[in-house]
């Protein structure tokens, strides 16, 4: 499995601003993802994020919501713009590495995010 | 659009009994299916995976898997208070299984 580290960990913004959230991966990869989980809800993939190319978006999700910027192969952010309370979630960075010959994903520990 | 149904629970078993997870996906052609947990205020941890139909076993964790009725499950067995958690099944959203799509999730509680 991969060590997959994200910050900041939680985070308290003001409607209107922007954050941006870090991940970094203790291996090279190829492919990054970003997932939010909303309260009490499931986890929903936002994004796929690519070395050398724009991220690759899901329905429901835009790159001036949600840009991300993916420098080299083992880090990748994800912004938080103009943010509403309703951006407030736990978001997830993962990565997919292959154990016992198969390949499986693994997360990050989350940033907690509230907009208030 | 792939959808994965799970029971949402909560589910309360004491300690010590089989705790029976299911869930339900659309996609008849999706071939790889995964179990994660989730603490309170953790990230997913993977905890199963399976490919072919009929059971596979690790430790105190079955899953279980049906393709003609589109079907998996996790047994736990001799369920302890530390499986007390949010189990999450999952399928990929394309061929591969770096892109998933969750279920909703099933909170098992297991009783002292």
């Known amino acids: 499995s991969a060590v997959i580290s994200q910050k900041p960990s939680r985070d308290i913004c003001q409607r209107g601003t922007s954050l941006t959230i870090q991940c970094q991966v203790d291996?090279?990869?190829?492919?990054m993802f970003w997932y939010r989980q909303q309260p009490g809800q499931s986890l929903t993939l936002i994004a796929t994020a690519n070395q050398g190319s724009e991220a690759t978006y899901e329905s429901g999700f835009v790159i001036d919501k949600f840009p991300i910027s993916r420098p080299n192969l083992t880090f990748s952010t994800l912004t938080v713009s103009n943010m509403s309370p309703e951006d407030s979630s736990i978001y997830l960075c993962?990565?997919?590495?292959?154990?016992?010959?198969?390949?499986?994903?693994?997360f990050g520990s989350g940033t907690q995010l509230s907009v208030l | 659009q792939k959808e994965v149904e799970q029971n949402s629970g909560p589910l309360s078993v004491p300690e010590g009994a089989i705790a029976s997870l299911n869930c339900t996906y659309s996609d008849r052609g999706s071939q790889s299916f995964f179990w994660y947990r989730q603490y309170s205020g953790k990230s997913p941890e993977l905890i199963m995976s399976i490919y072919s139909n009929g059971d596979k076993e690790d430790g105190r964790f079955t899953a279980q898997l049906n393709k003609a009725s589109q079907y998996v499950s996790l047994l736990i067995r001799d369920s302890q208070p530390s499986d007390s958690a949010t189990y999450l099944c999952a399928v990929p959203l394309s061929g591969s299984a770096r892109q998933l799509t969750f279920g909703s999730g099933t909170q098992l509680t297991v009783l002292p």
């Open positions: 993962s990565v997919a590495a292959r154990t016992g010959g198969d390949e499986k994903l693994f």
């Open positions: 291996s090279q990869v190829t492919m």
